[in-house]
T-cell receptor, first 117, second 117 residues
């Protein structure tokens, strides 16, 4: 049973460019959350997708957008990259229990290290 | 808004000894989850232990246990018989429990644990 996978592992971009990061959730999971983790800091919630819709969003600008596909995989897009966007981007998957509540356990992928120069 | 604070940026422990990592949080909610995650140099975030706020009994997972003090809003992690493989960054995290919950995790700043042989 494959866990959460993310691609690519590392990425180097230039200021002003656009980037797309990808995530495949753990088998059986239908909810994907994205987090940004700056060096030496705790992860910060970007947004969460369920049923192909953004369900909740953290304090991130509109330059950050996402998408969820029918197979539950997800993409994170960042436009007009800034130096401050350099970070580890983590994807986490979970499954919604009946009643619309999310399960308490989120499984994280290994992350994508984005460097903006 | 909920916040999570870890006041110990770094801790060290001798192999086979016991160490306690501290975490405090702030919330006006009565029902929620608390977690400790471990992030080794491989970057994969791994769930160590979880605690439901409505449970008075402290959670235990093998060598890991928590001291959950709801009134004081304190949630510490005790690692017994420390092993070299315990060396990692540890994050305390909070999650809302209610029906509107979407699984957003709020993380502390992390504590780097060094285990000395």
């Amino acid at each position: 049973d494959a866990g959460v996978t993310q691609s690519p592992t590392h990425l180097i971009k230039t200021r002003g460019q656009q980037v797309t990061l990808r995530c495949s959730p753990k088998s059986g999971h239908d909810t994907v959350s994205w987090y940004q983790q700056a060096l030496g800091q705790g992860p910060q919630f970007i947004f969460q997708y369920y049923e192909e819709e953004e369900r909740q969003r953290g304090n991130f600008p509109d330059r950050f957008s996402g998408h969820q596909f029918p197979n539950y995989s997800s993409e994170l897009n960042v436009n007009a990259l800034l130096l401050g966007d350099s970070a580890l981007y983590l994807c986490a998957s979970s499954i919604r229990t009946s009643g619309g509540k999310s399960s308490y356990e989120q499984y994280f992928g290994p992350g994508t290290r984005l460097t903006v120069t | 808004a909920q916040t999570v604070t870890q006041s110990q940026p770094e801790m060290s422990v001798q192999e086979a000894e016991t160490v306690t990592l501290s975490c405090t949080y702030d919330t006006s909610e009565s029902d929620y989850y608390l977690f400790w995650y471990k992030q080794p140099p491989s970057r994969q975030m791994i769930l160590v232990i979880r605690q439901e706020a409505y449970k008075q009994q402290n959670a235990t997972e093998n060598r890991f246990s928590v001291n959950f003090q709801k009134a004081a809003k304190s949630f510490s992690l005790k690692i017994s018989d420390s092993q070299l493989g315990d060396a990692a960054m540890y994050f305390c995290a909070y999650r809302t429990y209610g029906s509107s919950n979407t699984g957003k995790l709020i993380f502390g700043q992390g504590t780097t644990l060094q285990v000395k042989p």
